[in-house]
C-alpha cells in the first residue's frame, strides 16, 4: 500500500481516483475528530466531506517535509473552528433577558416555519382593504405616506385600515396560536 506522499505525487499527476484512498485512510479520524468537537454525528460527517474537497483542491498547497494527517488535521481544525464561529453567531444571545439573534436549530427552523404558515393564513383571512395596507406596511416596508399614494388614500385612512388589520390579525391568532409573539410584532 502506497504511503500518503506516494498517494498524492500520484493525485498530483492526474491519478484522481487515489484520491480516494486518503479518504478511505483518513475519513474514520477525521469524523471522530470533528465528532468530539461538533457534538453532532451528522454535522460532523458533513464537515469531514467538506474538509476533504477542500483538501483535493488544495493538494498542490502541500508541502512534503510535514506529514500530511498534521497538513489535514489543520485543515479539518480551520473548518471546524470556522463552523463554530458560524453558529456562534446564530446562537441565541440575550442581554439583560432581551433576546437578540434567534438560533436557526431545527427545531426553531420547524417553528419558525409553522409560525410563518400561521401567519400567512391569518394574512389571507383578512378583507382585501385591509391585506393590502398590511402587506405594504409589514411585509414591503413602505411608509404611511408611501401607501397612501400608492393607493390613494389618505394616511388617516390607511392608518385606520392598518389599525383594523392589526386588530383583526391579533384575533385570528389570538384563536389559532394564543396570540404569543406573532402578533407583538404588530405592536396591538
Known amino acids: 500500500m502506497p504511503d500518503d506522499q506516494e ?94 439573534i434567534d438560533r436557526d436549530t431545527p427545531e426553531t427552523t420547524l417553528l419558525k416555519k409553522e409560525r410563518d404558515a400561521e401567519l400567512e393564513r391569518s394574512i389571507m383571512l383578512l378583507d382585501e382593504e385591509y391585506r393590502e395596507v398590511f402587506v405594504l406596511f409589514y411585509l414591503q416596508r413602505l411608509s404611511y405616506r408611501e401607501i397612501s399614494e400608492r393607493l390613494s388614500l389618505s394616511e388617516n385612512s390607511v392608518q385606520m385600515r392598518l389599525f383594523r388589520a392589526r386588530k383583526k390579525m391579533k384575533d385570528s391568532l389570538t384563536k389559532t396560536m394564543g396570540g404569543g409573539a406573532i402578533y407583538e410584532m404588530l405592536h396591538v
Open 7 to 100: 498517494l498524492i505525487e500520484q493525485i498530483l499527476a492526474g491519478d484522481h481516483e487515489q484520491y480516494r484512498q486518503i479518504v478511505d485512510r483518513y475519513k474514520g479520524k477525521i469524523v471522530g475528530y470533528l465528532y468530539r468537537m461538533i457534538g453532532n454525528m451528522q454535522d460532523a460527517q458533513d464537515l469531514a466531506q467538506d474538509v476533504f474537497i477542500k483538501t483535493f483542491y488544495r493538494l498542490h498547497d502541500y508541502r512534503p517535509e510535514y506529514r500530511f494527517s498534521s497538513w489535514l488535521y489543520r485543515i479539518a481544525s480551520n473548518q471546524c473552528f470556522d463552523e463554530m464561529r458560524k453558529r456562534k453567531r446564530t446562537e441565541q444571545v440575550e442581554i439583560d433577558g432581551e433576546q437578540l
